[in-house]
């Protein structure tokens, strides 16, 4: 079946650091891929999004290239700020097996000053 | 504002007291789904809608259930609450199954005892 594979945590950087959150997953067809954040105390929200191989999807200077000869779709950001501390989710939704969300365990992220 | 609200956000229950965690949507979305976050384990689906009428199983479904009478409510249901369902649950909708994008509500804390 379909999953979702990302690096464990937890993570501690210095401000102005370079992030990167490893994610590769297994899915059966052809699946959209999304980063989403988790602020302390809220729900998910989207990070951004790919929905075909090659696609990079960015937003608030976080990047992600969606490889499908890698299966992976790692995230980066080259300058971390301590606004950016959260717990960031890679998933997919691979609607050739229906309709589910696949989610990885979640990496927490701490930026020191 | 554009918003997933859940109700209650915390509640300590004891075993086998029904309770039922609401779910409403405001954006006019087709698609809804629950699901719960566990240390190490990230969100796992339990159920999913397409629309009125239309549910479906997720990856844990066992021990809840679900109805979509309306499109913008879809509520879940615990018959009889034990202690490993014990976790922090989140309602997300969609647009449809194709726009794929989900807005999470803030989330609700469930302990059992």
């Known amino acids: 079946g379909d999953s979702v594979t990302q690096m464990e945590g937890p993570v501690t950087l210095s401000e102005e650091a370079f992030l990167t959150i490893n994610c590769t997953y297994t899915?059966?067809?052809?699946?959209?891929l999304f980063w989403y954040v988790q602020y302390p105390g809220e729900g998910l929200q989207l990070l951004l999004k790919?929905?075909?191989?090659?696609d990079k999807g960015s937003n608030k200077g976080f990047e992600a290239t969606y490889r499908k000869e890698t299966t992976s779709f790692h995230l980066e950001k080259g300058s971390v700020q301590v606004s950016d501390s959260a717990v960031y989710f890679c998933?997919?939704?691979?609607?050739?097996?229906?309709?589910?969300?696949?989610f990885g365990t979640g990496t927490s992220l701490t930026v020191i000053p | 504002e554009a918003q997933v609200t859940q109700n209650p956000r915390y509640l300590i229950t004891v075993t086998g007291k029904k309770l039922t965690v609401t779910c409403s949507q405001n954006?006019?979305?087709?698609?809804m789904s629950w699901y719960r976050q566990d240390p190490g384990l990230g969100l796992r689906q339990i159920y999913y809608?397409?629309?009125?009428?239309?549910?479906d199983k997720g990856d844990v479904p066992e021990g809840y259930k679900v109805s979509r009478k309306e499109k913008r409510n879809f509520p879940l249901i615990l018959e009889s609450p034990s202690p490993n369902q014990t976790s922090l649950y989140f309602c997300?909708?969609?647009?449809?199954?194709?726009?794929?994008?989900?807005?999470f509500g803030a989330g609700s804390r469930l302990t059992v005892l």
């Open positions: 997300a909708s969609s647009f449809d199954r194709w726009a794929n994008v989900l807005t």
């Open positions: 899915a059966t067809g052809y699946p959209s």
């Open positions: 790919a929905t075909k191989a090659d």
């Open positions: 998933a997919l939704s691979d609607l050739s097996t229906g309709n589910q969300f696949y």
């Open positions: 954006m006019n979305h087709e698609y």
């Open positions: 809608s397409m629309n009125v009428e239309v549910t």
